[in-house]
């Protein structure tokens, strides 16, 4: 697949110096992050800009754990988010199921309708989502950021997974159907131990695209306790605007379920980008 | 076992109409081959017996009752898919005895029958492996003991060889054989392989853009084909078609001779003489004169691609050796009981 | 449907049992997503076009109802609107035009050989992961003259006079949110490109190389061409996505200062969330949502007009 480019020393030069700005552009922010985290409060003004401070410490993570209330957004935002992608993926998995095998009237309008979902701005549904969920007397509760989240990832998700199940030869099902099985038991016993893997990409994905959800957790969430991570940390700028070690070390402690989980989608990236489902 | 009646069986996709006016009574234990080139709904038929595939029009029986509404599992009837269809995750002995698994049988019950299905068929070394560790030849092994273990009234297969070499299509084409012998249930099996076809069935179906075209044991195929398509499918070489012209009783060629038939129906259009009943002969008083293109020695047979003055290309086949190069001179006589007559549509109108 | 019509005689409700399955039970399937998503993103839509129209302010409950298009006549007078419009576009082409070059760049390079190429990939690929509001916090940082070396860097090589906040120069400010932006897109469109490149059949560049192509022609004349069809429609979805995305300002300098990064979509949430005026707030919303239908519809005339497919 890849390019066979004859070797010459100037382009092999240009070449690593590509190689090395990427890896300097993306990782950079990274590193600093962690240093800043890892930079003991009485050096950060002084030893603020160097690129590794004369000692490091981990008594910032001690402290954001103990100390404040990271413990109760951690836990809010994967509560949310684990729920968020559960939900999320049970349900695109039925829908993109729908569109992998069945040839039906209307498929085209909700292919088309499911699109449409993705282009047009979230945030012009923010006003309206508010009041609805202030007439239901769900402010402040997780399961309603939940409820908009899932819906909002449905679109992207189900496409995905119709890929995934596209990839399935529909001989496989129709051989189940003829040993016994129901279309639902084939579904069950069949495709979805094969759908695995997908089925962890979705999740994966919506799992990430939840836990960095922040303007309608802000709209919809005022109360200290049911804040999640990002809305939390965002609070912790302003109160502790001086205290950049913590914050820092927050941020590392943000980052850390999102590259777990990117380390698991990373394989897959091509292949669901590729497959009509376009989106960040 | 199963007796089978496709009553005036059609089907459509939207507007698009790929099968009509399908009419077959299968006989128990009967063996029935669907032949057809690419395209032409073999599939699409068995798949709709099976149950895959629902029924735009007409009536399907199995046993005498009326089964277009059933569902597959409803139906007691085992596939042999072209893509084996063995499912990845699960080793050879729970693909045999999946089906059993889901009708709930017991584990000692199902062990003991995927056993014996798989020792006749030489795969019992093999029960723990995955599919993806099998070669082809031992995936349709494990394709056919899936169908086998279930013990059910019919079997379908469609075009379950195509993905093999020439060798072992040969052998599975005889275990196929061996198979419907022993257990004499109904089979109906799809190919578009003309030998297939002709070793296996007791009964061929020639189909042709989604409408059957003559139904009839191999022989009658052979000898009497409806019409100018199944004449020209079945058997191999392909039978020569050549345009002519009724003259009285008679049938006159482009090049002038004349052969005289028997019970000659309307007029004639073309006429269909298979290369093995064309017969070398002397020049001087043979039908056709011309000379040889190419030959072909096979050993057993030689084959010669004659053109012929006045008329065209012709092959002809001659059992054992000929002694007849490229360029030569020759003469050719016909078999005139053997010669098919064809009209205008391409039926055949001689008895 | 026509397989309703043709019944055989006899037909019962048994003869369409297996048809109805077919035609119904994708819907089956498909309920729980449609119901979600009408209750929860077209209902609300309609919803929200309606508030255009109305006076709906949470501040002041009092002097709500039907406005007529008072909330339009305002935007059209909104000088904040207009500089907002301004700053969209220089937001959404200024990150399109640099997530794509880079973009492109790392996915040709992604699609040679080289060792160690799979580890490269997954960090390259690792700011992709990084959640929005965490990008926006690091660089909100980076910018920072105490903890961020990026003023100083800037100062050292003569771009800036001093190490000082660019977010705080209402200039400059808006090349903060860009460059976190740019540093957060680069991997979507590297991941498209690269899985677009993976897709030209090697052997035409086989044979250009058999008939004496240079690397740069094989470039111009093979990989552009296939790219173009996908090119067209990824920037497309891409610039109407990014001119929607708020999280990156909204953080890192909340439309500040003096409005010099606010664009459309942040002056619709600070309008929701801090003035809980939701009638204009929703104004403004359907004036980006218009805008966004015309250039589509632009882009794709245009790409009908030139992409030959
Ligand atoms: N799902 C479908 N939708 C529309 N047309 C189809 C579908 N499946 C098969 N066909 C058409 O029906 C015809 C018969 O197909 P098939 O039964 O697979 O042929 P065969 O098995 O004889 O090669 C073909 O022309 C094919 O294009
Ligand atoms: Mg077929």
């Known amino acids: 697949m890849s390019v066979q480019v004859r070797r010459s020393p100037l382009r092999s030069f240009g070449k690593l110096c590509a190689i090395l700005f990427y890896l300097c552009f993306a990782l950079f922010p990274i590193y600093w992050l962690v240093k800043i985290s890892v930079t003991p409060d009485q050096l950060v003004y002084t030893e603020g800009t160097k690129l590794w401070p004369s000692t490091a410490t981990l008594g910032n993570f001690g402290k954001v754990i103990f100390q404040t209330d990271f413990l109760i957004f951690f836990r809010n935002s994967l509560f949310v988010s684990l729920s968020t ?40 549904i923010i006003a309206p989502i508010y009041r609805i969920v ?147 | 076992m199963a007796r089978l009646e496709l009553r005036d069986i059609g089907k459509s996709y939207g507007t698009m109409e790929v099968l009509r006016d399908i009419n077959l009574s299968v006989a128990d234990g009967e063996f029935i081959v669907l032949v057809g080139p690419s395209g032409c709904g073999k599939s699409t038929l068995l798949r709709m017996i099976a149950g895959l595939e629902p029924i735009t029009h007409g009536e399907l029986l199995i046993d005498g009752r009326r089964m277009n509404d059933a569902a597959p599992r409803d139906r007691d009837i085992a596939m042999v898919f072209q893509s084996y269809a063995l499912y990845p995750h699960m080793d050879v002995a729970r693909n045999m005895g999946f089906s059993m698994e889901i009708r709930g049988a017991r584990a000692e019950e199902r062990r003991s029958k995927v056993a014996a299905a798989a020792k006749t068929l030489g795969l019992d070394v093999l029960t723990e492996r995955l599919p993806k560790a099998l070669s082809g030849g031992q995936r349709q092994r494990v394709a056919m003991g899936r169908a086998i273990v279930r013990d059910p009234q019919a079997f379908l297969f469609d075009e379950p060889l195509s993905n093999l070499d020439a060798a072992l299509r040969v052998e599975m084409r005889l275990e196929i054989a061996r198979l419907h012998h022993r257990l004499g249930a109904t089979m109906v099996y799809v ?84 290369p093995e009943h064309l017969d070398l002969a002397d020049p001087d008083n043979a039908t056709f004169t011309g000379s040889a293109d190419v030959v072909e020695h096979l050993g057993s047979d030689t084959n010669i691609y004659a053109q012929i003055d006045g008329i065209g290309p012709l092959m002809v086949r001659q059992h054992g050796h000929v002694a007849l190069r490229a360029g030569d001179r020759l003469g050719i006589v016909v078999q005139p009981e053997r010669v098919h007559a064809f009209d205008a549509t391409g039926a055949r109108i001689n008895s | 449907m026509t397989t309703f019509t043709n019944k055989a005689p006899g037909g019962t409700r048994a003869r369409t049992s297996l048809y109805w399955r077919y035609l119904v039970e994708p819907y089956l399937y498909l309920t729980p997503a449609i119901l979600l998503i009408a209750l929860v993103m077209l209902f609300p839509l309609i919803v929200g076009i309606s508030y255009s129209f109305q006076t ?254």
Request: proline share 5%; glycine share 8%.
């Open chain 1, 85 to 124: 992608a559960a939900v999320t993926t049970l349900i695109a998995a039925a829908g993109g199921y729908a569109f992998s095998r069945f040839e039906f009237s209307g498929k085209r309008i909700l292919v088309a309708l499911l699109l449409l979902t993705q282009m047009f701005p979230l945030l012009m």
């Open chain 1, 134 to 280: 202030a007439a239901l007397g769900l402010l402040n509760s997780l399961p309603s950021l939940i409820l908009v989240y899932t819906a909002f990832n449905i679109p992207f998700a189900t496409f995905l997974m119709q890929s995934f199940f596209d990839g399935i030869p529909k001989d496989l099902e129709d051989a189940a159907m003829m040993d016994g099985c129901s279309r639902f038991q084939a579904l069950r016993k069949v495709i979805l131990p094969l759908t695995l893997p997908g089925l962890g990409a979705t999740l994966g994905f919506i799992f990430t695209a939840a836990w960095s959800e922040i303007l309608f957790a802000l709209m919809l969430i005022r109360s200290n306790d049911a804040m999640t991570f990002p809305v939390g940390l965002l609070t912790f700028v302003s109160k502790f605007s001086v205290d950049w070690g913590q914050m820092m070390a927050a941020g590392v402690l943000a980052l850390v379920p999102s590259c777990i989980f990117f380390i698991f989608i990373q394989k897959y990236l091509v292949q669901g980008l590729t497959s009509g489902a376009v989106k960040g």
């Open chain 2, 191 to 274: 190919t578009h392989d003309q030998v297939e076809a002709l070793t296996l069935a007791d009964r061929i179906v020639v189909m042709n853009g989604g409408i059957v075209q003559q139904v009839g044991t191999p022989l009658e195929l052979y000898d009497t084909p409806a019409n100018r398509f199944v004449a020209q499918f079945i058997g191999s070489p392909t039978m020569n078609v050549l345009p002519a012209s009724r003259e009285g009783g008679d049938v006159r060629l482009s090049n002038g001779a004349l052969i005289s038939l028997e019970g000659l129906e309307g007029p004639v259009a073309e006429l269909g003489i298979r």
């Open chain 3, 56 to 309: 709906v302010n949470l501040l002041h409950l009092d002097k709500g109802g039907w406005a007529g298009l008072s909330n339009y006549a305002d935007l059209w007078a909104d000088r904040k609107f207009w500089l907002a419009l301004e700053n969209t576009l220089v937001w959404t082409f200024g990150s399109v035009f640099f997530q794509f070059t880079l973009g492109l760049g790392l996915a040709l390079l992604l699609n040679t050989r080289f060792p160690g190429r799979r580890v490269f990939q997954a960090l390259v690929f690792l700011p992709w992961a990084v959640p929005t509001f965490l990008t926006a916090l690091i660089w909100a940082w980076l910018f920072n003259p105490v903890i961020g070396p990026l003023p100083h860097w800037l100062a050292a090589v003569g771009a800036l006079s001093e190490p000082y906040n660019i977010l705080g120069d209402p200039e400059l400010a808006i090349w903060g949110p860009i460059t976190a932006n740019i540093w957060y897109g680069v991997p979507f469109f590297a991941i498209t490109l690269l899985a677009a490149l993976q897709s030209i059949p090697s052997e035409l560049y086989e044979a250009a190389e058999i008939d004496g192509a240079t690397a740069w022609q094989s470039f111009t004349k093979i990989t552009l061409p296939f790219l173009a069809p996908m090119i067209a429609i990824t920037v497309m979805l891409r610039t109407i996505w990014i001119a929607n995305f708020a999280d990156l300002i909204f953080i890192m300098t909340a439309g500040g200062p003096a409005n010099s990064t606010q664009i459309l979509s942040t002056y619709v949430f600070t309008t929701a969330f801090k003035k809980l005026d939701f009638g204009y707030a929703s104004t403004i919303a359907v004036a980006l949502l218009g805008l966004l239908f015309i250039y589509a519809a632009l882009v794709l005339a245009l790409r009908r007009k030139f992409v030959k497919v």
